[in-house]
Every structure is written in C-alpha cells, then in structure tokens.
Nanobody, 116 residues
Framework: QVQLVESGGGLVQPGGSLRLSCAASGRDLSIYAMGWYRQAPEKQRELVAA???????NYADSVKGRFTISRDDAKNTVYLQMNSLKPEDTAVYYC??????????WGQGTQVTVSS
C-alpha cells in the first residue's frame, strides 16, 4: 500500500507561479512512474505531466514550456513547478504513482485557482 500526500495548491494571479509536491510513503515503494493529473469542473481528468523511472518526462501540450515535473527518488517525492499560470489551469490537481507491479495510487487532490 502506498500513501500519497500532496501540498502546494492555492490561489494565484494569472502569470504567477505555484509549486506542487507529492510525497509517497508505504511498504511498496518500487515506483515506476509518478505524475500529476487535473480535473476542472465538468471536465474529465487529464494528464498534466509524468516522470518515468529513468527520468523520461511527458507533458500535456497545454502546459509545455510553462510547467516542469521533477522527481527526487531519495525522498520519494515528485514536484510540479507551474509558471505563467492561466485561468484555464484552474482545477483540482491529483498526484498519481504507478508501481513496478502496475498498481496505481492516487492522492487526495489539491486545489489550484488562477484568478485576479
């Protein structure tokens, strides 16, 4: 069992920055991939960014050049640095990890609101 604890959400003005963190703990920490998804009201959950074992990263087209995902394996933590935030980035952001056995875990979600 893996527990994911997210932090770093909040309210920010357009053009501002936020940094999300997600720390994993538990017995099975053989993690293959960690990532961030988001879900805006009345929309489907979508992938924002992911980092795989070995460091390969994937980004949604809408965040490329503005968001950066990174992973600290020593701390079992993944970060999402979000710059140049736009109102359309407003959503609940969820951390996800996938173990090497293919088991998927989700965090509880953290709200990001971009508004003036």
């Amino acid at each position: 069992q893996v527990q994911l604890v997210e932090s770093g959400g909040g309210l920010v003005q357009p053009g501002g920055s936020l940094r999300l963190s997600c720390a994993a703990s538990g017995r099975d920490l053989s993690i293959y991939a960690m990532g961030w998804y988001r879900q805006a009201p009345e929309k489907q959950r979508e992938l924002v960014a992911a980092v795989l074992s070995g460091g390969r990263t994937n980004y949604a087209d809408s965040v490329k050049g503005r968001f950066t995902i990174s992973r600290d394996d020593a701390k079992n933590t993944v970060y999402l640095q979000m710059n140049s935030l736009k109102p359309e980035d407003t959503a609940v952001y969820y951390c996800e990890c996938v173990t090497i056995r293919g088991v998927e875990y989700w965090g509880q979600g953290t709200q990001v609101t971009v508004s003036s």
